[in-house]
């Protein structure tokens, strides 16, 4: 049953139309001395010598894991990515004789083959279950941003990087601004990180939309520095200290008391939340933070308050109100 590869004029099988055809009675010395064989031309880099020597014991042996596991490296090494990662995924479920070097000769299949979230996944995996030696740790976090950079370069080719640039950014209407950044893919944040940042900085650029890129930076856990200025805010961020979107323990606080205040009162209790929540995207990062968390809630029931019964008793801060009333100007004007 002796198969020449497509070089010799015989085209050979794929792994998975070999493994279907089951095991065949054979001496055990013929496939020994194919397995060492197979080895010998590989250890010399001769792949496609050792590709078909291998081919051959999988050819008695199919799940032959040594056999596999030289098979897999030959493939990846000749350039035919798609059945090696086939072929490597099958021996990850036999059991590799060396579980590394697979997972290590997995993930590079990955990458190649351009699927870098499960190349991701794979090297998490391995870094958060500790299961690496320490002199194998910095090699595979290497791995890791090798396939980031990749990734990010890859996205950034099917993405008008100009578009980004502030001096065409700045054209666009405020819709239109937060449009391109919510189509951005995430692996495109950290190659158009400069401009990025370049946007959230100006003062011209939309507020929302530096909304949606700081929570995409803080998200995507890339780091920078960055100036940011919303009204009378204007603070310095480390984007990976960035507040909590979705836990911020101050947030938390004025919410509770917005509900324990107004419980029996749902009609006016849905109109405040909607208001609040709507400045808490609009104000972020910041969030009151000159004002008591006590201040804040009762100016936003006072506000609305005055919108139910036309009357405008607000008893706090002025200014806590001209913010208020700023911000939905704001909405107003972004929105007609």
């Given at each position: ?73 030959c493939l990846y090494e000749l350039g035919e990515f798609v059945e090696a990662l086939e072929v490597c995924r099958e021996l990850l479920q036999i059991g590799p004789i060396h579980y590394l070097e697979t997972m290590e000769l997995y993930i590079s299949i990955l990458m190649q083959v ?114 940011v200025q919303k009204f009378h805010y204007t603070g310095v961020f480390k984007t990976e200290s960035l507040p909590d979107p979705l836990n911020n323990k101050r947030i938390r606080q004025m919410t509770n008391l917005l509900e324990d205040s107004l419980a029996k009162n749902p009609t ?69």
């Amino acid at each position: 049953m002796m198969m020449k590869h497509k070089r010799g004029g015989t085209v050979r099988k794929k792994y998975r139309e070999l493994k279907r055809k089951g095991n065949v009675i054979v001496f055990p010395t013929t496939v020994n001395r194919l397995l060492s064989e197979g080895m010998t031309f590989l250890k010399e880099e001769q792949y496609e010598d050792a590709r078909d020597s291998l081919y051959q014991v999988l050819s008695y042996e199919p799940d032959h894991a040594a056999a596999l596991g030289g098979y897999a490296y030959c493939l990846y090494e000749l350039g035919e990515f798609v059945e090696a990662l086939e072929v490597c995924r099958e021996l990850l479920q036999i059991g590799p004789i060396h579980y590394l070097e697979t997972m290590e000769l997995y993930i590079s299949i990955l990458m190649q083959v351009r699927e870098f979230e499960e190349a991701e996944k794979m090297i998490e995996v391995l870094i958060e279950e500790k299961v690496l030696p320490e002199e194998r740790l910095e090699q595979f976090h290497q791995l890791r941003e090798l396939n980031e950079r990749i990734a990010a370069n890859v996205a950034t080719e099917k993405v008008d990087a100009s578009l980004y640039a502030i001096e065409n950014f700045l054209v666009l209407h405020p819709s239109e601004q937060e449009q391109l950044i919510l189509a951005l893919p995430t692996t495109s944040y950290q190659a158009l990180k400069k401009k990025l940042l370049a946007i959230i900085e100006h003062p011209e650029a939309d507020l929302l939309t530096k909304t949606y890129i700081l929570f995409m930076l803080f998200q995507e856990k890339i780091e920078a520095q960055v100036k940011v200025q919303k009204f009378h805010y204007t603070g310095v961020f480390k984007t990976e200290s960035l507040p909590d979107p979705l836990n911020n323990k101050r947030i938390r606080q004025m919410t509770n008391l917005l509900e324990d205040s107004l419980a029996k009162n749902p009609t006016r209790l849905e109109l405040v939340k909607e208001l609040f929540e709507r400045h808490i995207y609009l104000l972020y990062p910041f969030v009151w933070d000159d004002f008591k968390v006590e201040e804040v809630v009762q100016a936003y029931m006072d506000y609305t308050e005055g919108l139910f019964n036309g009357k405008t008793s607000f008893n706090e801060d002025e200014k806590l109100l001209e913010l208020i009333q700023q911000a939905e100007l704001w909405f107003e004007m972004r929105n007609g």
